[in-house]
Protein backbone atom coordinates (compact mmCIF):
# COMPACT_ATOMS: atom_id res chain seq x y z
CA UNK A 1 0.00 0.00 0.00
CA UNK A 2 2.50 2.37 0.42
CA UNK A 3 4.52 1.75 -2.51
CA UNK A 4 0.95 2.57 -4.43
CA UNK A 5 0.36 5.94 -2.25
CA UNK A 6 3.95 6.89 -3.52
CA UNK A 7 3.09 6.20 -6.86
CA UNK A 8 -0.59 7.78 -6.70
CA UNK A 9 -0.03 11.07 -5.28
CA UNK A 10 3.21 11.93 -6.58
CA UNK A 11 3.31 10.07 -10.51
CA UNK A 12 5.94 8.62 -9.43
CA UNK A 13 8.07 6.17 -11.77
CA UNK A 14 9.02 3.97 -9.22
CA UNK A 15 8.61 3.80 -5.34
CA UNK A 16 10.15 1.48 -2.75
CA UNK A 17 9.48 0.64 0.69
CA UNK A 18 12.61 -0.10 2.84
CA UNK A 19 13.21 -0.98 6.78
CA UNK A 20 16.49 -1.02 8.58
CA UNK A 21 18.58 -4.40 8.45
CA UNK A 22 19.28 -5.77 12.45
CA UNK A 23 22.40 -3.26 12.78
CA UNK A 24 19.82 -0.63 12.02
CA UNK A 25 22.47 0.82 9.85
CA UNK A 26 20.99 0.86 6.12
CA UNK A 27 17.49 -0.06 5.25
CA UNK A 28 16.92 -3.33 3.30
CA UNK A 29 14.58 -3.42 0.23
CA UNK A 30 10.92 -5.00 1.41
CA UNK A 31 9.05 -4.16 -1.94
CA UNK A 32 9.82 -2.10 -4.80
CA UNK A 33 7.06 -1.41 -8.13
CA UNK A 34 8.11 0.42 -11.53
CA UNK A 35 12.01 -0.53 -11.02
CA UNK A 36 13.76 -2.99 -12.56
CA UNK A 37 15.25 -5.33 -10.06
CA UNK A 38 19.50 -3.88 -11.40
CA UNK A 39 18.19 -0.64 -10.31
CA UNK A 40 17.79 -1.60 -6.82
CA UNK A 41 20.50 -3.90 -6.61
CA UNK A 42 23.04 -1.06 -7.81
CA UNK A 43 21.69 1.21 -5.24
CA UNK A 44 22.25 -1.43 -2.91
CA UNK A 45 25.72 -2.56 -3.72
CA UNK A 46 26.99 1.26 -5.13
CA UNK A 47 25.52 4.19 -3.60
CA UNK A 48 23.60 3.32 -0.23
CA UNK A 49 26.64 3.94 1.85
CA UNK A 50 26.69 7.37 -0.03
CA UNK A 51 23.26 8.46 -0.60
CA UNK A 52 23.25 11.91 0.57
CA UNK A 53 19.34 12.09 0.52
CA UNK A 54 19.63 8.86 3.13
CA UNK A 55 21.99 10.66 5.10
CA UNK A 56 19.96 14.05 5.05
CA UNK A 57 17.29 11.87 5.99
CA UNK A 58 18.56 9.85 9.06
CA UNK A 59 20.57 13.23 10.11
CA UNK A 60 17.02 15.17 9.92
CA UNK A 61 14.01 12.71 10.67
CA UNK A 62 12.45 14.77 7.56
CA UNK A 63 11.37 13.79 3.95
CA UNK A 64 14.22 14.98 1.49
CA UNK A 65 14.48 15.21 -2.17
CA UNK A 66 17.66 14.53 -4.15
CA UNK A 67 17.39 18.00 -5.72
CA UNK A 68 17.50 19.44 -2.22
CA UNK A 69 20.54 17.57 -0.61
CA UNK A 70 22.73 18.07 -3.66
CA UNK A 71 23.90 21.66 -4.72
CA UNK A 72 21.96 22.83 -8.34
CA UNK A 73 25.92 22.94 -9.34
CA UNK A 74 26.75 19.47 -8.12
CA UNK A 75 23.57 17.94 -8.96
CA UNK A 76 25.04 16.59 -12.33
CA UNK A 77 28.29 14.96 -10.77
CA UNK A 78 26.71 13.64 -7.92
CA UNK A 79 26.41 9.97 -8.09
CA UNK A 80 23.00 9.41 -7.10
CA UNK A 81 21.58 11.57 -10.04
CA UNK A 82 23.83 9.58 -12.39
CA UNK A 83 22.32 6.83 -10.69
CA UNK A 84 18.72 7.86 -11.39
CA UNK A 85 19.82 9.41 -14.73
CA UNK A 86 21.20 6.11 -16.16
CA UNK A 87 17.98 4.29 -15.11
CA UNK A 88 15.59 6.52 -16.80
CA UNK A 89 14.69 8.52 -13.81
CA UNK A 90 14.65 12.39 -12.58
CA UNK A 91 14.00 13.82 -8.84
CA UNK A 92 13.93 11.19 -6.06
CA UNK A 93 12.08 11.98 -2.34
CA UNK A 94 12.63 9.62 0.64
CA UNK A 95 10.88 9.89 3.84
CA UNK A 96 11.89 8.33 7.49
CA UNK A 97 9.32 6.14 8.78
CA UNK A 98 9.66 6.33 12.78
CA UNK A 99 8.28 3.34 15.29
CA UNK A 100 9.14 3.16 18.64
CA UNK A 101 10.90 6.63 18.67
CA UNK A 102 13.07 5.58 16.38
CA UNK A 103 13.27 5.60 12.22
CA UNK A 104 12.71 1.81 11.29
CA UNK A 105 13.04 2.88 7.70
CA UNK A 106 12.43 4.74 4.45
CA UNK A 107 9.73 5.43 1.91
CA UNK A 108 11.15 6.00 -1.44
CA UNK A 109 9.78 7.47 -4.64
CA UNK A 110 11.52 8.55 -8.18
CA UNK A 111 10.08 10.58 -10.56
CA UNK A 112 9.94 9.84 -14.77
CA UNK A 113 13.59 11.56 -16.67
CA UNK A 114 11.51 14.56 -17.90
CA UNK A 115 9.43 15.40 -15.02
CA UNK A 116 9.95 18.59 -12.95
CA UNK A 117 11.78 18.12 -9.77
CA UNK A 118 9.92 17.71 -6.44
CA UNK A 119 8.86 20.81 -4.98
CA UNK A 120 8.18 22.29 -1.37
CA UNK A 121 4.54 21.12 -2.03
CA UNK A 122 5.45 17.70 -2.70
CA UNK A 123 8.00 17.44 0.32
CA UNK A 124 5.33 18.77 2.85
CA UNK A 125 2.80 15.98 1.34
CA UNK A 126 5.18 13.16 1.50
CA UNK A 127 6.09 14.17 5.27
CA UNK A 128 2.41 13.89 5.85
CA UNK A 129 2.12 10.32 4.06
CA UNK A 130 5.44 9.44 6.10
CA UNK A 131 4.42 10.34 9.36
CA UNK A 132 0.61 8.73 8.51
CA UNK A 133 2.67 5.24 7.71
CA UNK A 134 5.03 5.40 10.83
CA UNK A 135 1.64 5.63 13.10
CA UNK A 136 0.04 2.40 11.32
CA UNK A 137 3.70 1.17 12.36
CA UNK A 138 3.66 2.09 16.01
CA UNK A 139 -0.21 0.93 15.95
CA UNK A 140 0.85 -2.62 14.13
CA UNK A 141 4.19 -3.11 16.92
CA UNK A 142 1.54 -2.17 19.52
CA UNK A 143 -1.02 -4.62 18.97
CA UNK A 144 1.82 -7.57 17.44
CA UNK A 145 2.74 -6.54 21.25
CA UNK A 146 -0.47 -6.44 23.43
CA UNK A 147 -1.17 -10.02 21.28
CA UNK A 148 2.25 -11.75 22.63
CA UNK A 149 0.80 -11.01 25.86
Known sequence: TAV???QRLFGAAAAGFFLYDG???FPQVVH???AAAGFVEEY???LRRVDPVLRLVRRSGRAASARCAIAPGDWGKAAIAGHLKRWGFGDSMQGPLHCGGRIVGTLNVVGQRDD???GVGDL???ERVCRALSHALDIDVRL???ASD
Open 4 to 6: DIG
Open 23 to 25: SGT
Open 32 to 34: AKG
Open 44 to 46: EHD
Open 116 to 118: RPF
Open 124 to 126: AVF
Open 144 to 146: ASA
